[in-house]
């Protein structure tokens, strides 16, 4: 067996030896190291030894496989190393070339819309707030006026990140983290863009949504300052041709509550696809601030009144664009993106 170990090594050696490409020394470690390769064969003879020579000639084998792949290692990168001088040979640079010219990215979409919207609204003389997309049940819920149970929370089945803390469900929350910070100060105006969660994916839906929140706190904030400025805003997005329609509807943080909408920007108010011939679109939900709303974060409603209104981001993107599926907005695909 001694004998054998030895013919295997030497024939191995000398193989690897006048091999003259990297698949030759592949096939190498295969007739020799693989699972039915020369070396692998004489080991399973190896029960048949007595127990004094066993230890021996496993040492011897563990030697010879090792120095057979030593070998095949080296060659390997000789090989390689040659390759790579025959490559370089071949190639020639024109360095006369004339570079590639790069491609300047531009801003997303929904960052233009974002930007514009905000830009009106500090022509309007609101100041803009950042608050936490990971946010806690109590300025989600609890300071909106959402007691725990309450069933309006189930319209927001959220995700939640540990007991209590969760993804935020809406920007509404920009309302009471600003208002405990800075009451009793009239007059409030502010605006609070960002990222909002909700367990919804369709084609009018995504996972993840841009809201814009506002809210204004004064003496005497009535809901005609609420129409008001909603109409100033909404033809300054879309044209001064645009009209606004208020619907009732209900958040447990406003009373009473509306949802907004625009007249179509297709079709006119006419009806047509786009507004599944209503000739309105839905683009916010608005109100006054619920007395409970404003207590809770420090203002006295016997003092101020305030509304309160909460903007699609994504809604005002796809109106304004003509975009029929919100999911392109979230694919990243330049041929898409390119035509904003
Ligand atoms: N937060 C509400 C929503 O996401 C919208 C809203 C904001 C309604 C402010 C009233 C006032 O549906």
């Given at each position: 067996?001694?004998?054998?170990?030895?013919?295997?090594?030497?024939?191995?050696?000398?193989?690897?030896?006048?091999?003259?490409?990297?698949?030759?020394?592949?096939?190498?470690?295969?007739?020799?190291?693989?699972?039915?390769?020369?070396?692998?064969?004489?080991?399973?003879?190896?029960?048949?030894?007595?127990?004094?020579?066993?230890?021996?000639?496993?040492?011897?084998?563990?030697?010879?496989?090792?120095?057979?792949?030593?070998?095949?290692?080296q060659?390997?990168?000789?090989l390689?190393?040659?390759?790579?001088?025959?490559?370089?040979?071949?190639?020639?640079?024109?360095?006369?070339?004339?570079?590639?010219?790069?491609?300047?990215?531009?801003?997303?979409?929904?960052?233009?819309?974002?930007?514009?919207?905000?830009?009106?609204?500090?022509?309007?003389?609101?100041?803009?707030?950042?608050?936490?997309?990971?946010?806690?049940?109590?300025?989600?819920?609890?300071?909106?006026n959402?007691?725990?149970?309450?069933?309006?929370?189930?319209?927001?089945?959220?995700?939640y990140?540990?007991?209590?803390?969760?993804?935020?469900?809406?920007?509404?929350?920009?309302?009471?983290?600003?208002?405990?910070?800075?009451?009793?100060?009239?007059?409030?105006?502010?605006?609070?863009?960002?990222?909002?969660?909700r367990?919804?994916?369709?084609?009018?839906?995504?996972?993840?949504?841009?809201?814009i929140?506002?809210?204004?706190?004064?003496?005497?904030?009535?809901?005609?300052?609420?129409?008001?400025?909603?109409?100033?805003?909404?033809?300054?997005?879309?044209?001064?041709?645009?009209?606004?329609?208020?619907?009732?509807?209900?958040?447990?943080?406003?009373?009473?509550?509306?949802?907004?909408?625009?007249?179509?920007?297709?079709?006119?108010?006419?009806?047509?696809?786009?507004?599944?011939?209503?000739?309105?679109?839905?683009?916010?939900?608005?109100?006054?601030?619920?007395?409970?709303?404003?207590?809770?974060?420090?203002?006295?409603p016997?003092?101020?009144?305030?509304?309160?209104?909460?903007?699609?981001?994504?809604?005002?993107?796809?109106?304004?664009?003509?975009?029929?599926?919100?999911?392109?907005?979230?694919?990243?695909?330049?041929?898409?993106?390119?035509?904003?």
């Amino acid at each position: 067996m001694r004998q054998k170990l030895e013919s295997i090594r030497n024939d191995a050696l000398k193989e690897i030896s006048v091999a003259s490409d990297l698949s030759q020394v592949n096939d190498i470690r295969v007739k020799f190291l693989g699972k039915k390769g020369e070396l692998t064969n004489v080991l399973r003879g190896m029960g048949a030894l007595s127990a004094d020579e066993r230890p021996v000639i496993g040492q011897l084998a563990n030697e010879v496989r090792e120095s057979i792949e030593r070998e095949i290692e080296q060659k390997m990168s000789v090989l390689r190393e040659a390759e790579k001088l025959a490559q370089l040979s071949r190639e020639t640079i024109d360095v006369t070339l004339p570079g590639r010219p790069f491609q300047i990215g531009k801003r997303h979409p929904l960052t233009v819309v974002l930007d514009e919207i905000k830009e009106i609204f500090l022509g309007l003389g609101f100041e803009i707030a950042e608050t936490p997309e990971v946010e806690v049940d109590y300025y989600n819920f609890e300071a909106l006026n959402f007691p725990a149970d309450h069933p309006a929370r189930d319209m927001q089945d959220s995700f939640y990140i540990s007991p209590g803390v969760l993804l935020r469900t809406h920007t509404s929350g920009t309302q009471p983290r600003v208002m405990e910070k800075r009451a009793p100060y009239i007059p409030l105006k502010v605006i609070g863009p960002g990222r909002v969660y909700r367990r919804d994916d369709d084609a009018t839906h995504s996972p993840m949504f841009h809201q814009i929140e506002g809210f204004i706190i004064d003496k005497n904030i009535s809901f005609s300052d609420l129409k008001g400025t909603l109409l100033v805003v909404v033809r300054q997005m879309f044209g001064e041709d645009r009209q606004i329609r208020l619907r009732p509807s209900f958040f447990p943080f406003t009373e009473p509550s509306a949802e907004v909408d625009v007249s179509c920007i297709m079709c006119n108010g006419a009806g047509c696809r786009v507004c599944s011939n209503t000739g309105w679109l839905e683009i916010l939900g608005a109100g006054m601030i619920h007395p409970n709303v404003l207590k809770m974060s420090g203002y006295d409603p016997e003092e101020v009144t305030g509304f309160a209104f909460g903007l699609g981001v994504e809604r005002v993107a796809m109106l304004k664009y003509g975009i029929d599926d919100l999911r392109l907005l979230f694919d990243n695909d330049k041929r898409f993106l390119a035509q904003f």
